[in-house]
């Protein structure tokens, strides 16, 4: 407004307006920071009761002075006064600046009235657009900070974006004041099996009791409603009434997000995976590659081996370096690298068993070969236990594909259970393929191609009807791992057990990187495998024995993989004594005289070990006999007793010949054979005259350095002058 017409309002007595008093650019910042109704009402009434007494004060002019209607003209034009009278259209009082406006233009018949109305309802509407833009920014920014404050807390990326419409907040979902769920819940990344081409999507949520859960599904459970309920049973809280809600919200975020999420490559499994031109091997969380590794996700379900890395090689090493003075102790690290080759070398599985009674070191080798690739433990390492359910079990090596599977202690079976074992033996040596039922999490299908390690007091070929075929599947070992128990030994396992629990996994990876990197030399491993398989059936004497055959291959597998350690990829210095030279009669169990001896002498010796109690100490008379009677005599140390060696066992004939029944195997041969090499003491033919219980009787007596031999992994003999031919013992007459 100029001097001019502010004298002229002066003159008009008009003073009242008081625009001056508000000032240009304090009522444009009030009129955009405008945020409620009731100041939009007083802002346009002042404007209002200000326009009505101009116009009658103009209109009174009029007459009297020609210049008053032309500063009439010029305030209406004015900004402000435009500005504070559109707040009249926010509170619905338009009419009523029109109604002012129309008696200026009965009177002046060619004023601008009509384009001024116009500007005022242009401007009002801007403002009132612009006013209502700005409440809802202010409120949507309220929203999107509580559903921002929500998905940081549960992990999800800044970049995803919720739908338009929805609303996240502690309490739940909301879609357009409609619930979708009462319970917090995105969808924090995407991914797609690179092994199936799956797309699979992660959902993170929080369950009861305050805990943030997430389960990596296929999207197909999350497209349909279904699919979708069966996901209940973890916590989600969806129904029959919101399942379609949820499933439309989990379609549109989504969708909105395709570009936001990152679609990360997944594996539901570990072992041998082509990307390219080129094999790689996945592990749990990384893929090893030729350059190194990179990471991927793979779900966290126990299914997977529990594969990891801690401690130092060093120290590892130093363990190691002592079990390798025990040969069926130090062939556990072969037994768990082993698997590794059998995709490039093309073998089906095998199974590797130790047995005999408790206490003699048979997990603590396993713990051995567990430590190649994680904590050599059961619940929270890689040591699994038979204590599940058949489809358990077979999971766990669909999903530890081309790892070992290392069971401890079937002997914990129940009788129903221990039926499943041949089962087991089948599918681990056929490979055969596993079909998952469709459940919301990661679709569970694949080869089954590993190397099971187990151990029990008895051989798990002793379970099921089929065990010739069982047996040309399995190698097992009878022997003590760490033969006869030192005063060093005793001491030394259980620190090394200590050790190797803080320091494992370093082999085992180590490993896949010279694998994977030699992958060209594949057709020339397979080639030296057929010719160490050739060198083994000549050192067992195969011949043409069908299940020899199958035995020779395994070991011939295990002396392949040693040789990769010890001379083409140098991880670890070749033991003093050649393990396979000194274990392969031990393992080709029934067809080697020598090692069939040793193999029966110590399941004899093992089934006693664990009645020990109903043996006679010493020669004087006992008048408690223990419930069954006694079998024999067996001059065992007493407690805090050191003995220098196993004392020889005396057994009553009738329950020697049950015992070799029971372990299958036919007494009059075997106890021949005993006689022949010198492992029995005899005064008169096979059997011996020994003092039991204050009289003389008869025994067969299995002589004490025989026995240790046998534990030690050696074959004991008499000198060749004094062995005798092998005459089978005549089968008792039936009367």
């Not at 109305?117 to 409120?139: H, T």
């Not at 433990?377 to 090596?397: C, E, H, K, P, V």
């Amino acid at each position: 407004m100029s001097k001019k017409q502010t004298a002229d309002v002066n003159d008009l007595g008009v003073a009242g307006f008081g625009v001056n008093d508000i000032g240009d650019a304090a009522l444009g910042q009030a009129l955009v920071t405008i945020s409620s109704f009731a100041q939009a009402k007083k802002l346009a009434e002042d404007g209002l009761k200000q326009l009505e007494e101009l116009v009658e004060r103009a209109l009174v002019a009029q007459s009297k002075n020609e210049a008053a209607l032309i500063w009439a003209e010029d305030i209406c034009r004015d900004d402000e006064l435009l500005s504070k009278l559109a707040c009249c259209y926010q509170v619905n009082q338009a009419n009523q600046v029109q109604g002012l406006a129309m008696k200026l233009r009965t009177r002046i018949a060619a004023s601008p009235i009509s384009e001024w109305l116009k500007i005022v309802k242009e401007r009002g509407d801007a403002l009132a657009v612009d006013r209502a833009k700005r409440q809802s920014v202010a409120e949507d920014d309220d929203t999107d900070f509580e559903c921002r404050k929500v998905m940081r807390m549960l992990g999800v990326d800044d970049s995803v974006k919720l739908p338009p419409g929805y609303i996240l907040t502690e309490k739940g979902v909301v879609y357009q004041m409609d619930e979708v769920t009462n319970q917090m819940v995105v969808i924090r990344e995407t991914y797609f099996d690179f092994d199936t081409g799956i797309e699979y999507a992660e959902f993170i949520y929080k369950a009861e009791k305050k805990e943030v859960r997430s389960r990596i599904v296929r999207l197909s459970v999350l497209m349909s409603s279904r699919s979708l309920i069966e996901l209940a049973d973890d916590g989600l809280l969806v129904s029959s009434e919101n399942a379609g809600k949820l499933s439309s919200y989990f379609r549109r975020l989504i969708s909105l997000n395709k570009d936001n999420y990152s679609r990360k490559p997944i594996s539901n499994r570990t072992g041998w995976v082509r990307m390219g031109l080129e094999w790689r091997f996945i592990l749990p969380s990384r893929v090893v590659t030729r350059d190194g590794a990179f990471t991927i996700t793979t779900p966290d379900d126990g299914a997977m081996p529990a594969v990891g890395i801690d401690g130092t090689w060093d120290a590892w090493k130093k363990q190691i370096d002592w079990v390798s003075k025990y040969p069926l102790a130090y062939v556990n690290l072969y037994v768990a690298l082993a698997p590794t080759l059998l995709f490039p070398l093309k073998m089906e599985g095998m199974v590797y068993e130790h047995f005999g009674v408790s206490s003699t070191g048979k997990s603590t080798a396993m713990e051995v070969g567990a430590s190649v690739w994680g904590k050599p433990t059961i619940g929270d390492g890689f040591l699994r236990t038979w204590n599940a359910t058949q489809n358990a079990i077979t999971a766990s090596m669909v999903g530890g594909c081309d790892l070992p599977s290392i069971f401890d202690d079937a002997e914990a079976l129940s009788t129903d259970q221990k039926k499943m074992l041949e089962t087991v033996i089948y599918t681990v040596t056929q490979g055969e393929k596993m079909r998952s039922t469709k459940t919301g999490g990661l679709q569970r299908s694949g080869t089954i191609r590993t190397v099971m390690l187990t151990a029990g007091e008895a051989s798990i070929l002793n379970y099921g009807s089929k065990k010739t075929g069982a047996e040309a599947r399995t190698l097992s070992n009878p022997m003590t791992p760490f033969g006869r128990t030192t005063k060093e030994a005793g001491q030394r396992i259980p620190r090394m057990k200590q050790i190797l629990q803080m320091n494992y996994g370093h082999l085992g990876q180590r490993w896949l990187v010279h694998l994977v990197r030699a992958q060209e030399k594949w057709p020339h491993y397979r080639e030296r495998l057929n010719a160490l398989t050739e060198l083994t059936m000549e050192q067992i004497r195969a011949d043409d024995n069908g299940l020899m055959n199958r035995k020779a291959k395994s070991i011939a597998l295990l002396r392949f993989t040693a040789e990769l350690l010890h001379e083409e990829y140098r991880l670890l210095p070749p033991p003093k004594k050649d393990v396979l030279d000194a274990v392969t009669g031990v393992l080709a169990t029934g067809e080697s005289k020598s090692s069939s001896a040793n193999a029966s002498l110590l399941e004899v010796y093992n089934w006693c070990s664990a009645r020990a109690h109903q043996f006679l100490r010493g020669s004087k008379y006992c008048d408690k006999a223990p419930h069954g009677g006694w079998l024999g005599r067996w001059d065992l140390p007493g407690e805090g007793e050191v003995s220098a060696g196993t004392p020889d066992l005396h057994i009553y004939p009738l329950v020697l010949r049950d015992i070799l029944k029971e372990v299958d195997y036919e007494p009059h041969v075997v106890i021949g054979r005993w006689k022949a090499m010198g492992l029995l003491r005899s005064t008169k033919g096979r059997q011996n005259t020994v003092r039991m219980n204050g009289r003389p009787s008869t025994a067969y007596t299995l002589i004490g350095p025989a026995i240790d031999a046998a534990l030690d992994g050696r074959t004991y003999t008499l000198p060749e002058e004094e062995l005798t031919p092998v005459v089978p013992e005549k089968t008792p007459m039936p009367f």
